[in-house]
């Protein structure tokens, strides 16, 4: 059974860093493009970052990128979103997701696999 779990969530302040990380039980989890999407309440669930399963591109939404960097370490099925300079805005519910051979898609129907998600609140 796969599964994806994320940690590192938690309350900051704006302007505040947090590192989220996702391992994933995938047995070929090299072959896994890997991304993060995050959903406010009241609000769809949109896309933050992706990296591809083979490493040679990273994509980020356009409301993160400059702040957040995601990166992955096959040796430990995992991916790591390290966000800084966070905003008021961006508290979520923050949910990594899978996709076997996949693009760097923005959409979640593009994924195959998805954790729980971890919450991230940064007050003003």
């Known amino acids: 059974q796969v599964q994806l779990v994320e940690s590192g969530g938690g309350a900051v302040q704006a302007g505040g860093s947090l590192r989220l990380s996702c391992v994933a039980s995938?047995?070929?989890?090299?072959?896994?493009?890997m991304a993060w999407f995050r959903q406010a309440p009241g609000k769809e669930r949109e896309f933050v970052a992706a990296?591809?399963?083979?490493?040679?591109?990273?994509d980020y939404a356009d409301s993160v990128k400059g702040r957040f960097t995601l990166s992955r370490d096959n040796a430990k099925n995992t991916v790591n979103l390290q966000m800084n300079s966070l905003k008021p805005e961006d508290t979520a519910v923050y949910s990594c997701?899978?996709?076997?051979?996949?693009?760097?898609?923005?959409?979640?129907?593009?994924?195959?696999?998805w954790g729980q998600g971890t919450q991230v609140t940064v007050s003003s």
């Open positions: 995938l047995r070929t989890f090299s072959s896994y493009s």
């Open positions: 997701a899978a996709a076997r051979f996949g693009r760097t898609g923005v959409l979640g129907r593009e994924y195959d696999y």
């Open positions: 990296v591809a399963w083979s490493s040679s591109r990273t």
